[in-house]
């Protein structure tokens, strides 16, 4: 098994994930990354649906995507911790030790 598809015309290599992550109610959403395009924002599914909207408008779609991902994993939100480890990990800010 190779890492190279070939398609008619472009040549996709992968897997690979690129991107930035997307964090909503400081939490690092699995399967959940975008892509900043200036004026619009890329967000993509899993590595295989994508959708381009407005920057206004990312927040509010990554904030139904990251519910409806976490809901589908079998939580009842995106906040919950009612399983052995909560769905989408929070973000804790590193500091340097003053040592």
Do not use: N
């Amino acid at each position: 098994m190779s890492d190279v598809v070939e398609l008619a015309g472009p040549t996709m290599v992968g897997p690979e994930r690129c991107g930035y992550a997307v964090i909503v109610e400081g939490r690092v959403i699995p399967r959940l990354h975008c892509h900043d395009l200036g004026e619009r924002i890329e967000i993509v599914l899993d590595g295989r649906f994508s959708l381009t909207v407005r920057r206004d408008e990312a927040y509010r779609i990554a904030w139904m995507l990251a519910h409806a991902l976490a809901i589908g994993a079998g939580y009842s939100h995106l906040g919950a911790d009612g399983r052995d480890r909560p769905f989408a990990p929070e973000l804790k800010q590193w500091e340097p030790s003053d040592a």
